[in-house]
């Protein structure tokens, strides 16, 4: 087997999340070609198992929807957020990620979304490169984080620890309505904002966000400030 040298990384083994056997044999075919090491995760018994196992030696590919709660407590989002906080490259490969509302809360670790038809050994490279480039701050301009306002207009959905809401943006696009997942571990004035949604009134903070993004599915926002 062979190591892939990318940015200033060697990368010796691949390893394949996702609860359909036979889908990760199709995450192995397609990038066959790099003759790189895989390895195929049969269960996801814990995060801090899995995580226990990555080395910044290793990559990952990952399902987003993991279904089968035998196979994983929690769904690709989070492990590749997780895998990325660790700075070890992965890829988060799925049909309908980009429209998850959670996926949003994560999607500042999360630089490449791969359908499975646009898996491929390039493809692979591709997204393991711009995940060793950001560990060391180098983002592309879609990518790169402002502070920028950000305006609440209403509460979808109130799970208590946890909401899903839409937010404006202006510094992106002041008409876009956006649906993001917001939780009370990453918001420390968080209730504040639920209160004021609760009354049905607009909530005002700031927060960091890629303003170069060019898709709404590609629009992350992360690191809330109050004012």
Known sequence: MVALNLVDR???KIFLIDD???IREGYEDAIEDLGVETQEITVVSSLNELYGVASANDGFICDFH???ALYSPVNGDVIVAGLYQRKIPAVLC???AETA???RRFRHSIPSILSPR?????SVLSAFAACINEFSGKYSRERRPWETLVRFEELVFDGGDSARVFIIVPGWDSKALIEIEISRADISFYEEIVGALRSEENYRCKAFVNLDAVGMQELYVKDW???
Do not use: A, K, Q
């Not at 646009?118 to 390039?122: A, D, P, Q, V």
């Open 225 to 227: 400030v109050s004012i």
């Open 101 to 103: 509302h959670s996926v």
């Open 10 to 12: 060697s990368i010796s």
């Open 118 to 122: 646009e898996l491929s050994s390039e």
């Open 66 to 68: 993991l279904n089968n």
């Open 94 to 96: 799925s049909r309908d």
């Open 20 to 22: 359909n056997p036979i």
